[in-house]
């Protein structure tokens, strides 16, 4: 896991830090953006932020896949810490086409999608109401170990663009929020846009983040990292380890042990426990995936059965960040 410092390092910075993003605030409605899906990290930034006197415009991306429980605790958050909420609902005709192709592509990362539109919409809104700063729930305690190819760089728009159209009749995109390479680079280097992985620079411990919400903000848990998702929760429960025989809690678990909060003991116990609780909870979801996605399950069986393959078996963005490579190293040829 990667040192950001000391713990006195970390605090100076985040003061800091906090100072710079209020007075760049002054004088207007909102002095950041935060992502809220629900979850634990984002839900227990959205409460740090607010007890230390920021004013963010918080930023949700619809997907039509939230689980009752998630929308709940949205909603319980923005109206307890007097929060104003911005939702991007996507067509979901339009997002079931991205899904199926992307399921039918058999390649791993199918939550690309998701967070490549969220990363995307909270640019946008950035860009809208002048916020130079967006704080991000990733962090290094929970969430920072994984293993190669079992993801995909959610940033990769070619990738997607290239999945889609060799996996279905999608060329235009209507709701879907996307980002192309150049307007990365406008966000970032023209706009100067920064992201603040908050929780890196607090003594961030899961549990305890989990008792503060319940307590103060009447917060409710899922049961699994990222379960506030219904398809996410079906994904990382029974897509993966099915046919790419991948289990995330080994990394999740995997990085709690890095970071002190729990013991190997413990990580081996969790794992032997089935992904789904109970058969009942399994069937229950599976039948409401396949009917929402409009598959019967013999054409879900099918796609289960394809062969695998790899995000780089389609076009990537590699030949731009080749082009720039080569332009970067050329301007400072001749500045020498």
Excluded at 46 to 70: F, Q, T
Excluded at 88 to 100: A, S
Excluded at 155 to 164: A, R, Y
Aim: hydrophobic share 40%; charged share 30%; aromatic share 14%.
């Amino acid at each position: 896991i990667i040192e950001l410092g000391s713990d006195a390092e970390k605090l100076f910075f985040i003061e800091n830090k906090i100072e710079e993003v209020k007075l760049s605030g002054k004088n207007k409605k909102y002095d950041c953006i935060i992502g809220l899906s629900g979850g634990l990290d984002s839900s227990y930034m959205a409460y740090w932020l607010a007890k230390n006197g920021l004013r963010p415009l918080v930023i949700h991306l619809d997907n039509c896949w939230n689980s009752e429980l998630a929308i709940q605790n949205i909603q319980n958050i923005c109206q307890k810490l007097n929060f104003d909420l911005h939702t991007h609902v996507i067509d979901w005709e339009e997002f079931r086409d991205l899904q199926l192709a992307y399921l039918r592509a058999s390649v791993v990362d199918i939550e690309v999608l998701t967070d490549h539109a969220i990363k995307a919409v909270t640019l946008k809104i950035s860009k809208k109401y002048n916020i130079k700063y967006i704080f991000s729930g990733f962090n290094l305690a929970t969430e920072a170990i994984m293993i190669k190819g079992w993801t995909y760089n959610k940033e990769d728009f070619t990738n997607i663009k290239d999945i889609i159209t060799k996996n279905s009749s999608i060329r235009k995109f209507t709701t879907y929020p996307y980002l192309p390479i150049w307007k990365k680079f406008y966000y970032n280097f023209f706009l100067k846009i920064e992201k603040i992985n908050l929780l890196n620079y607090l003594d961030y411990n899961k549990e305890k983040a989990k008792e503060i919400l319940i307590n103060n903000l009447n917060w409710k848990d899922y049961g699994g990292k990222h379960y506030e998702s219904i398809f996410t929760k079906f994904y990382q429960a029974y897509i993966l380890p099915k046919k790419f025989n991948i289990d995330k809690r080994k990394v999740h678990l995997s990085n709690l042990i890095c970071s002190g909060q729990i013991t190997r003991s413990e990580a081996k116990n969790i794992l032997k426990e089935p992904l789904y609780k109970t058969n009942k909870e399994f069937i229950s979801d599976f039948e409401y995936v396949i009917k929402k996605l409009k598959i019967s399950k013999k054409e879900f069986d099918s796609i289960m059965s394809e062969k695998i393959k790899n995000h780089t078996d389609f076009e990537t963005d590699d030949k731009y960040w080749n082009i720039y490579f080569k332009l970067v190293k050329n301007l400072n040829f001749f500045r020498l």
